[in-house]
């Protein structure tokens, strides 16, 4: 069962506009969710993150927001540009109890910037 | 410079085969995780440990088995490579009760 859903494989956008990558969650219990980038032949970095309780996050060009009604957040990209191509992947985090807690990652979106 | 990384970054083995993946990361993390990466299906845990000789099971377990002997290293063994094993292989770490996770650089694995 697949609790974080990014149901765009893919993203093709013009260099200087907006990019709008979404994710969709099943399990009210996160309560933090995050966005990494990956570079092929590369590990996935960090991009950025939010907590289950705030609705918006900005961190340069790069906003996260969250809905939690709609168990739903998007990762903006603006202006977006060709080194912004990537792969994006969605991940969430459960708290296990104690000190123990896990992330579920999504499928992944792969942007294009076009020049 | 903080780092995680993996050998080999490429292998292709045959069925049945053992192989050794390992892993090492300098920044002193507590946890450590070993991820499969395969086409529509995202990152997916096959074991995770919390600190050294504490280890447990992920989403994808089966045909795998790690050891956690030294802080620093989490190598992900395989006993008896099947094809279905052909993937890409990300090992990871990061503090115990934070989020930010650390990634190596991938091991690209094909099993014939």
């Known amino acids: 069962d697949q609790q974080v859903k990014q149901n765009s494989p893919s993203l093709s956008v013009q260099e200087g506009r907006i990019s709008i990558l979404n994710c969709d969650y099943t399990?009210?219990?996160?309560?933090?969710f995050l966005w990494y980038k990956k570079y092929p032949a590369e590990g996935p970095t960090f991009l950025i993150s939010i907590s289950s309780i705030k609705d918006k996050n900005e961190d340069g060009r790069f906003t996260v927001f969250l809905n939690k009604s709609a168990k739903h957040l998007s990762l903006h990209i603006v202006p977006s540009q060709p080194g912004d191509s990537a792969v994006y992947f969605c991940?969430?985090?459960?708290?296990?109890?104690?000190?123990?807690?896990?992330?579920?990652f999504g499928t992944g979106t792969l942007l294009a910037v076009q020049p | 410079e903080a780092q995680v990384t993996q050998n080999p970054r490429y292998l292709i083995t045959v069925t049945g085969k053992k192989l050794t993946v390992t892993c090492s990361q300098n920044m002193n993390h507590e946890y450590m995780s070993w991820y499969r990466q395969d086409p529509g299906l995202g990152l997916r845990q096959i074991y995770y440990s919390m600190n050294v000789e504490v280890t447990d099971k992920g989403d994808v377990p089966e045909g795998y088995k790690v050891s956690r002997k030294e802080k620093r290293n989490f190598p992900l063994i395989l006993e008896s490579p099947s094809p279905n094993q052909t993937s890409l292989y990300f090992c990871?770490?990061?503090?115990?009760?934070?989020?930010?996770?650390?990634f190596g650089p991938g091991t690209r694995l094909t099993v014939t």
């Open positions: 991940a969430a985090r459960l708290s296990l109890g104690g000190a123990t807690n896990k992330l579920i």
């Open positions: 399990n009210s219990m996160f309560d933090y």
């Open positions: 990871a770490s990061r503090e115990q009760v934070w989020y930010e996770q650390y």
